[in-house]
């Protein structure tokens, strides 16, 4: 028998497995297996929602078993430590795994551009558990500032720097700002819209680098009249415990500073022999193979093509990973059947960009909207892009729900794992035994 190993369950490694499930379906001669550190799909575009408290973390995690129902497909939950292409073996947390044809999805990780203190005391958003995370530090700080005296150092607690102007900045800042103005400064007695600073740092000199020129200027508007503040030309140059410098003299207070700024591939696709690009991406070929391993596939994040006229158009983002994956599935089934393989060609999808409540921006088919009707068009395309009915149904009720009640504030974790809380017990202890 043959195996066949998918490694990430992201968009590219479940859209390879999915596919491959499909064509050999009939074949017993072929074993299917998906190794992944995450039991679940997570569908990323819909993060910053999790982190603003509209929907429910869970509502955006498809589980394994469910996509795979009765097929034959096998998963196994375990983490790949080192790849040994020359022996055709994945070593995993749970022993080796031996493969005849192999597909590498295990996407990208956070760029800190080698920023001092940036790993440290930033808060990285890519992850379910980030988006969680992040969720709760923001509600620990406006319960601690909630009782603040001093206006400054309630500002200082209530300032969010984001830095890094794509889309993933501009949407989690966004969502957060409706969330901040619309909720908390209502239910916190102490807080006001006044109380937070909200701010989008960016390296260049616009933000949304890649969107209609009409959008960005929209985007603009709409974030300057929410009241987010933009740094243009703003490089961030140290990231301490409770702040940020920018362009090497300007150091603003921010109690949260998210980085959003930038990605570099897996260290495991890093470390793969061949050539690579400036973010560590693989070169791979028209095919989505590594040049000398015919038998090894690249795709999603992980993936770049070699040849550099193609590489501008390809951007790291959902529709492509799921192309690759679909693709690798395929020309895995044409190698395995002697058949041509199949060059793989970037459509691109367009752009859609939330800006928050009510309001977003839309490039697609030619066509620029933004507003009302580019909102409505936002999240009829992420519902409907969704793994499953279930997943559909759950978002779509959280999103009423949302518009009927108020967030949920809850913060499920006890206070002694929080910062802020351990700083207030600490002093109360101190005055105590004084
Ligand atoms: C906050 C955020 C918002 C985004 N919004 C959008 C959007 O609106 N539209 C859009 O098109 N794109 C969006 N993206 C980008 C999109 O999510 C990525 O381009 C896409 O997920 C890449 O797919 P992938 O399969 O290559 O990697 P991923 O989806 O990252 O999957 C990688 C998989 O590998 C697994 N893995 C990693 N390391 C190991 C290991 N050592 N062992 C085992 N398994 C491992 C991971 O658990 C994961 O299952 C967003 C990304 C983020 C972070």
């Known amino acids: 028998m043959k195996r066949i190993v998918v490694l990430g369950s992201g968009f590219a ?42 929907i429910d973390p869970r509502h955006i995690a498809q589980a394994i078993r469910d996509v795979r129902g009765r097929r034959r497909f096998r998963f196994l939950r375990s983490t790949v430590q080192s790849l040994d292409l020359a022996n055709r ?58 009782h603040v005296a001093d206006a400054a150092e309630r500002r200082r607690l209530l300032t969010i720097a984001v830095v890094g102007g794509g889309y993933t900045g501009v949407e989690l800042l966004t969502d957060l700002q409706d969330f901040l103005f619309n909720y908390a400064a209502r239910r916190y007695r102490g807080i006001t819209r006044d109380s937070f600073r909200l701010l989008l740092i960016e390296a ?71 050539p690579h690009d400036r973010a560590g991406r693989a070169c791979v070929n028209e095919y989505l193979q590594l040049e000398s391993f015919p038998e090894v596939f690249v795709a999603g994040d992980s993936a770049v093509a070699a040849d550099v006229s193609l590489r501008e158009e390809a951007p790291q983002v959902a529709p492509v990973a799921i192309s690759h994956g679909k693709l690798a599935a395929r020309n895995i089934a044409h190698r395995e059947r002697k058949q041509p393989l199949e060059s793989y060609r970037y459509v691109s999808e367009g752009m859609l960009v939330s800006l928050g409540a009510r309001d977003a921006v839309v490039s ?41 009640f108020p967030r949920d504030a809850a913060i499920i974790r006890r206070p002694r794992a929080c910062k802020f809380c351990e700083k207030a017990a600490g002093e109360a202890s101190r005055a105590s035994t004084a």
């Open 89 to 146: 073996r994945v070593e995993t947390t749970a022993g080796p795994v031996a493969y005849d044809s192999l597909v590498i999805a295990l996407g990208s990780r956070t760029n800190y551009f080698n920023t001092p203190g940036a790993r440290e005391n930033t808060f990285d958003f890519k992850t379910l558990e980030d988006a969680v995370v992040l969720r709760e530090h923001i509600l620990d700080l406006c319960e601690h500032a909630d």
């Open 204 to 274: 260049t000199d616009k933000i949304l680098a890649t969107i209609h020129p009409k959008l960005r200027a929209h985007a603009m508007h709409r974030l300057g009249r929410e009241g987010i503040e933009i740094r243009y030309n703003s490089r961030v140059t140290q990231v301490f415990d409770g702040g940020i410098e920018i362009n090497g003299a300007d150091k603003i207070p921010a109690a949260t500073v998210v980085w959003t700024a930038g990605v570099r591939a897996h260290e495991l696709v890093e470390a793969l022999p061949g």
């Open 364 to 404: 697609v088919a030619g066509l620029q909207v933004h507003g009302y009707f580019a909102w409505l068009f936002w999240n009829a395309v992420h519902l409907y892009k969704l793994v499953s009915l279930k997943k559909q149904f759950q978002v779509a009720a959280d999103w009423a729900l949302a518009t009927i």
């Open 13 to 54: 490694g479940m859209q390879a497995v999915v596919e491959l499930e499909r064509l050999f379906h009939r074949d017993a001669n072929y074993e299917i297996l998906l190794v992944s550190d995450q039991n679940f799909v997570l569908f990323t575009p819909l993060l910053p929602q999790i982190a603003s408290s509209q």
